[in-house]
């Protein structure tokens, strides 16, 4: 092999290029990003319009569909989703897997330019925006304390969010929470009738008193001077003094009409961390940020703020995605590291010597340290996936350099010279290593046919695996032989190790030489025998298939819950609060629980100052893994029976997920029930809940429809109304700013702007007899009473419409305690199957189960295709159809050891186990490559093929066996699958060390016999062939 013959004749140039390549990894390993997954890019864009005033009926039959059926005629498109709710409408656009997202984003755009006369005048203009993982904030962080929520939002806001503003990274800091000073124009109703005005009038009159303003250029001199007017009010009292004209012609002061209240804004929201008031602020980071040092950075100007805050609040991390990605990713290489002590110490058992074992011990950091640098220069970043690709291959990059060095030393006990078994046994072996390598490499090429989830996170991976193969094989062929032929010299049976246990092991594999010898010698005697027992085997692994469940992702143990809590409709803030309150005392008394953060209802934005005081969220933060003996999961369940009981309220508690549902929902269960009458749905919705609420391991379900909203319906007299001069946009604006308010104008202080609201008092609008009363300005200046110009009756409706393809849908989802996903949504599929749905309605299951379904399919293309390319390469490297036919035996006893390995293990079928069963194809055939190549070079040196195989079994035995245990138990510590963030690659090691074992116990007697039964085929053929000659000369005589 040339390349291994000028690495001996040039160690110190070889010793230089591995510098280089250890320098680049070096530079580039601290300059990668750190995150818990790959960069993902989800094809998914959101249309957001706002039509302030509006039902949710209104919204969409006049803002969602006519967007939907603009955005279904966009190239590429997959699903239109929208949700028309109280004010806006939102729909969701999900394109195929591939598509150009910006591309997209403009044709989307285009559409929607054509669309827009068709929606309302006074509906604000619709905003693309794309679905960006990064968008969500990396790290919640609460400031607490015995402070009012004033005196807290102000320390939040004017110290906390403008120093962490100022991270290095932090893209934006928002505060939620606590109380915002206000100034309150409220209008008296009777004198607002009386002198004939509208709040549009009064908002105007503000606006227009309450300026700064340039007044020109004056000369002095040789100079000019700009004359500049400060209108704007000094004090809340100036409000008061602006004038108002009537329409007689007189003018009034707004103090006449209003009272002027320096006041805050009503409390909508609650928040607590660990009982004490508080607000959170959440951290955005840059896109170009690195999750993991973004928040070391926002940690120490953490330290940093609470020296200068008072000592009655404090500062504490609610959530930290960066602190579960270092975990996550510490647990990755802890594992690495045991897996690679491992492997060495069985290298030494097998090689019984230091410095051979220290030569393979050197070949392992280079190969990885270099893959670093080509993960810098492809775009790539440390996750658990890329990582876990590292951890994974290990076995594999130690095989490549055992088989050349076990073959070197074979031929220096030989008694050659060093440098001469250096390039000789290199030679012997090049070609099965370069096979080895190839077969391992090219099984990552379908990835190019993948789509889904499945591009996303097995596209990083085959980089990954790829790479370090390429560092593994070229220091297997350039560096091993080169140390080889320098540290090798005088190596003999004096310097074998004299430990006993290196001993023991080393008479263990003798007696095990001797008994596979004579056992492979009893199997090409009894060919029929091995066959059938190989077929009964594998007949009896599909007897395991029922046995596995099957997964999009593992789920990992994040340490983290919430609970999401929901009274009637339009409950008050305080009678929420008490409901809060007790479900935030069972959360306490868990003896895992460290931080509780409890949010009492949202922000509204509904007509009417409608707000979701009704609402309430619970976060919990868990010890750690290692601190506590139950899991997340198990926290759960408890607290889910112990609130079970309180009354008045919906509870539903679920664990912090990690699972990507790339813009579907996040549930265990989504079940969609599509058609046009709302009823019908509500009914199939409620039937589907029944039915499915059966199935063990099925928590919190609920559907979208579930809960109907008291509305008041205004019905407009379009003919009077146009008598009028009036468009229902305006009648409905006004409304809208007498009842929720109108924000006039801003009262400017040193180191604030505070909102100057013109509105009606509570007194008058909690009445809803005083709708009607008022006033609405028409387009002549005239005042009349609503009551003129509409109805007003009560009525019930839903808070938000849902539509999947342009037709209604209801989703029933929950979410799933000690249930397999894909085992469960198999029973789903079985139990809906059974259900009766009427004509032009539809029941499907939705997001995950989509996903998974879409990834599976995708991945079940790609085992094939690896399997022929292995196949490919072998045969162009043997130059044969023969060898590489033989040595695909040994992938159907693989498969045998993967369906043993996750149902003893407990593990389920996931994207992750399927990724290690492809990988397993390019590495099984390494033990058949490597014994089949021995055989026909015996074969090419005289030997018939029984003298052959029973020469080549024994001797590729040792390094068959090597290569196998250091493969093997590189990956025992992920196989085990402790510590956090684990279960993401256990599915993977799992399926490739039971696999891989298996086959290789297997591919020992196998191959040599299937072997000879194709060799003893293709001889009766040619027989045959070379016989129909004679026969036709005959014939012709």
């Not at 319009?49 to 969602?64: A, K, L």
């Not at 080169?482 to 310097?495: F, Q």
Request: aromatic fraction near 6%; proline fraction near 4%.
């Amino acid at each position: 092999m040339k390349i291994a013959n000028f690495s001996v004749d040039r160690p110190v140039t070889i010793s230089m290029i591995m510098v280089v390549l250890v320098l680049l990894g070096v530079i580039a390993m601290p300059m990668l990003k750190v995150d818990l997954y790959p960069n993902l890019s989800i094809p998914v864009a959101v249309v957001s319009t706002t039509w302030n005033g509006s039902s949710p009926d209104e919204v969409e039959q006049q803002i969602s569909k006519p967007i939907e059926s603009a955005m279904a005629t966009v190239p590429g498109v997959s699903e239109v989703d929208s949700t028309s709710s109280q004010n806006s409408s939102r729909v969701t656009v999900r394109f195929n897997f591939g598509e150009n997202l910006d591309q997209a984003t403009l044709s989307m755009r285009d559409k929607l330019d054509k669309v827009r006369k068709q929606l309302p005048a006074d509906a604000d203009q619709p905003t693309v925006t794309k679905v960006d993982p990064n968008s969500s904030p990396i790290m919640t962080i609460a400031l607490s304390g015995s402070m009012s929520a004033v005196e807290l939002k102000r320390l939040a806001s004017d110290v906390v969010q403008q120093r962490l503003s100022t991270v290095d990274g932090v893209a934006s800091v928002s505060v939620t929470g606590g109380q915002n000073r206000e100034i309150d124009v409220l209008l008296d109703p009777e004198k607002m009738q009386a002198y004939g005005l509208s709040t549009n009038q009064v908002s105007q009159a503000l606006q227009g008193d309450n300026i700064n303003a340039d007044g020109g250029l004056i000369s002095q001199g040789k100079k000019q001077v700009t004359l500049h007017m400060n209108g704007q009010f000094i004090n809340p009292q100036d409000i008061g003094n602006v004038p108002i004209k009537l329409s007689n012609g007189s003018s009034i002061f707004i103090r006449d009409i209003a009272t002027i209240n320096d006041t805050f804004a009503d409390v909508t929201q609650l928040s607590r961390t660990n009982g004490m008031p508080s607000v959170s602020l959440d951290i955005l980071k840059s896109p170009d940020g690195n999750t993991v040092q973004v928040s070391k950075n926002v940690q120490s100007m953490i330290t940093t703020i609470e020296k200068s805050l008072p000592k009655s609040v404090k500062l504490t991390v609610v959530s930290d995605q960066a602190k579960y990605i270092q975990t996550s990713i510490n647990t990755v290489i802890d594992h690495t590291l045991a897996g690679a002590g491992l492997s060495v110490i069985i290298l030494y058992l097998f090689l019984q010597r230091l410095r051979t074992t220290l030569i393979i011990g050197i070949v392992i950091p280079i190969s990885i340290i270099s893959t670093f640098s080509l993960m810098y220069f492809t775009g790539q970043t440390i996750n658990t996936v890329t990582l876990g690709g590292l951890a994974l291959g290990m076995g594999s990059l130690v095989d490549f350099a055992v088989v050349v060095i076990e073959s070197i030393f074979r031929y220096s006990s030989k008694g050659l010279s060093p440098i001469e078994s250096a390039k000789l046994g290199t030679s012997e072996v090049g070609t099965a290593v370069m096979a080895s390598a190839l077969s391992q490499i090219c099984v990552f090429a379908p990835v190019a046919f993948t789509q889904g989830m499945a591009t996303q996170l097995f596209g990083p991976l085959a980089l990954t695996v790829v790479f370090s193969h390429i560092a593994a094989l070229f220091g297997a062929v350039t560096l091993v032989p080169m140390l080889s032929s320098k540290w090798l010299k005088g190596v003999g049976e004096h310097d074998r190790s004299k430990l006993k246990p290196v001993a023991l092991f080393q008479d263990f594999m003798k007696a095990l030489t001797r008994g596979y010898s004579r056992l492979l010698k009893w199997s090409l005697g009894h060919r029929k025998t091995v066959i059938i027992f190989t077929l009964i085997m594998f007949g009896a692994s599909t007897s395991l298939v029922p046995l596995i469940g099957f997964e999009l992702t593992p789920n990992s143990d994040q340490g983290q819950f919430k609970a999401n809590i929901r009274v009637a409709t339009n409950t008050k803030l305080e009678e929420t609060n008490k409901v809060a309150a007790a479900v935030e005392r069972v959360i306490e008394s868990e003896p895992e629980v460290t931080t509780v953060f409890t949010q009492v209802g949202t922000g509204g934005g509904g007509s009417f100052a409608n707000v979701s005081t009704d609402r309430a969220s619970i976060q919990a933060n868990l010890k750690p893994l290692a601190q506590r003996t139950r899991s997340t999961d198990q926290v759960v369940e408890d607290v889910r029976n112990k609130v079970a009981n309180i009354p008045g309220a919906k509870i539903t508690i679920s664990a912090a997920s990690n699972s990507l549902s790339f813009g579907h929902g996040g549930s265990g269960v989504d079940i969609d029930i599509s058609g046009d009458n709302t009823k019908v749905l509500q009914k199939l919705a409620t039937l589907v809940e029944n039915t499915v609420s059966t199935i063990p391991g099925i928590r919190n379900l609920q559907n979208s429809l579930d809960q109907q909203v008291p509305q008041f319906q205004i019905t407009m007299d379009r003919q009077k109304a146009a008598q009028y001069g009036l468009s229902i946009s305006q009648i409905v604006s006004q409304m809208r700013d007498a009842y929720k308010g109108n924000i006039a104008t801003q009262f400017h202080t040193l180191d604030s702007s505070v909102n100057v609201i013109v509105k009606y008092p509570k007194e008058f609008t909690s009445n809803i007899t005083n709708l009607s009363r008022v006033m609405i300005s028409t387009s002549s200046g005239a005042q009349i009473a609503l009551s003129d110009v509409a109805n007003v009756s009560p009525t019930v409706g839903p808070s938000q419409i849902s539509r999947t393809n342009q037709v209604r849908t209801i989703t029933v989802s929950g979410d799933l305690f000690n249930a397999n996903a894909g085992v469960t949504q198999q029973q789903i599929a079985a139990k809906i199957a059974q259900l009766p749905v009427p004509d032009g309605y539809t029941i499907s299951q939705g997001g995950q189960a989509k996903d998974l379904n879409q990834s599976f399919s995708s991945l079940g293309l790609v085992l094939p295709l690896a399997i022929i390319l292995v196949y490919i390469v072998m045969a162009s490297q043997f130059e044969s159809l023969f060898s590489p036919f033989i040595i695909m035996f040994s992938l159907p006893p693989t498969f045998i050891g993967a369906a043993i390995g996750l149902v003893v293990t407990g593990r389920s079928l996931s994207i992750n186990a399927i990724i290690g069963i492809i990988m397993l194809v390019g590495i099984v055939v390494n033990n058949a490559i490597v014994l089949v190549d021995y055989t026909n070079q015996l074969r090419k040196g005289g030997l018939n093929l029984r003298e052959a195989l029973l020469e080549a079994g024994p001797v590729r035995l040792r390094p068959i066996l090597m290569t196998t245990a250091t493969t093997v138990l590189a990956m025992f510590p992920l196989v085990l699958g402790f510590g956090e963030g684990a279960e993401a690659q256990a599915p993977m090691a799992t399926v490739v060390a039971f696999g891989l074992t298996f086959s290789t116990l297997v591919t020992l007697i196998l191959i040599p016999v299937v072997y000879t039964i194709f060799d003893d085929l293709g001889n009766r053929i040619n027989r045959k062939a070379s016989r129909e000659p004679e026969v036709q000369e005959v014939s012709s005589m």
